[in-house]
């Protein structure tokens, strides 16, 4: 007859004790992400072969080899950097005769980048803090 869980194995209590046990996978790997983004780590969930509940923990260099993200493309020129559509003649013109350049399609999609800057840089001060 197999073992049915929960059961009381002394390894078990030693890898899980301290650690949170999620139901689902589903929940784990919110928390996981959450918690990526709170320590700028790669944090994964995983179901736990002791317990059989599922737990998040730091990856391993292998894991974060395969979850590695290329470099994006570059943005072809006359392309909006925020929403990647085409940056009209006249902000082109009017960027040319100010001898700059222009990046955006409209001052919405300006004002959107600055917005996401200014919360990446508060972002990037707060994880030095901690």
Known sequence: MP???PWTNPASLRRCHGKRRYPSITQAEIAAEKASYRTG????????????RFHIGHADQSQKRLRRIADPPPIPSGTCHCCRGPIPNDRLQAAKDSKTTNVYCSDKCRKKAKRMRNQLRKHQQLQKLL
């Open 3 to 5: 073992i049915q869980p």
């Open 41 to 52: 780590e790669l944090i994964l969930a995983y179901q736990c072969y002791d317990c059989l």
